[in-house]
């Protein structure tokens, strides 16, 4: 079975540095296709699509964040950690992280979707 | 970055009603296109992946058609546990893109 869960601080001050831990289990980020993301929903909004990270360590990130956005992995914690830099009050949100398969690198079992998601968690931008 | 749009917005439909929502993409994303349904305070939860298949566990009432850049997810007979907003999403690009949702509301 596959699980994800979201960590980090539910508070962040303008212009600091958000740090978001994915902690996963039931797969291996190191199956070919497989990818960890991170999708984002402010309160009422729709959802946005900010990174992804590849087993191959290769990644893909929202054009209009990748300047702010970072995405790493410790393989040993089975964890995807997610930075966000210069936070400020319309990035508050809730922060998914979610499970990732391509079906371009793994035909027949990939489905190119986030197919399992964790609940989130919620950021709050404010002083 | 490839455009998503959904229409409509919103609607309101009955129990058993067959209901219709349109996704278009701003360039082709060939297959490259998933539905989701978010219900309030939830997760969002794929319902249909590559245009057209179920992901295992969804009810058979969902289908997804379409190709290039239009496509459709149409629930046959709405029940009431399907309120619930519904979005696409393409992954043909390297910044995926959601569109910006459909909120589905039971008479």
């Known amino acids: 079975q596959i699980t994800l869960k ?34 984002r929903q402010p309160p009422g909004g729709a959802l946005e699509f900010l ?6 360590d290769d990644n893909r990130y929202s054009p209009s964040l990748r300047r702010r956005l970072t995405v790493t992995r410790d393989t040993s914690k089975s964890q995807v950690v997610l930075t966000m830099t210069n936070m400020g009050p319309v990035d508050t949100a809730t922060y998914h992280c979610a499970h990732y398969w391509s079906g371009y690198y793994s035909p027949g079992r990939g489905n190119d979707a986030f197919d399992i998601w964790g609940r989130g968690t919620m950021v709050t931008v404010s002083s | 970055d490839i455009q998503m749009t959904q229409s409509p917005s919103s609607l309101s439909a009955s129990v058993g009603d067959r209901v219709t929502i349109t996704c278009r993409a701003s360039q082709t994303i060939y297959t490259y ?35 290039g850049t239009d496509f459709t997810l149409t629930i046959s007979s709405l029940q009431p546990e399907d309120s619930a907003t519904y979005y696409c999403q393409q992954s043909y690009s390297a910044s995926i893109t959601f569109g910006p949702g459909t909120r589905l509301e039971i008479k």
């Not at chain 1, 600091?16 to 902690?23: A, D, E, F, P, V």
């Not at chain 1, 990174?51 to 191959?56: K, R, T």
């Not at chain 2, 539905?35 to 997804?64: D, E, H, M």
């Open chain 1, 6 to 39: 979201e960590s980090g601080p539910t508070l962040v001050q303008p212009t600091q540095t958000l740090t978001l831990t994915c902690t996963f289990s039931g797969f291996s980020l190191s199956t070919t296709g497989v990818g960890v993301g991170w999708i």
């Open chain 2, 33 to 67: 296109l998933s539905w989701y349904q978010q219900k309030p305070g939830k997760a969002p939860n794929l319902l249909i992946y590559t245009v057209s298949t179920l992901q295992s566990g969804v009810p058979s009432r969902f289908t997804g058609s379409g190709s």
């Open chain 1, 51 to 56: 990174a992804l990270l590849y087993w191959s």
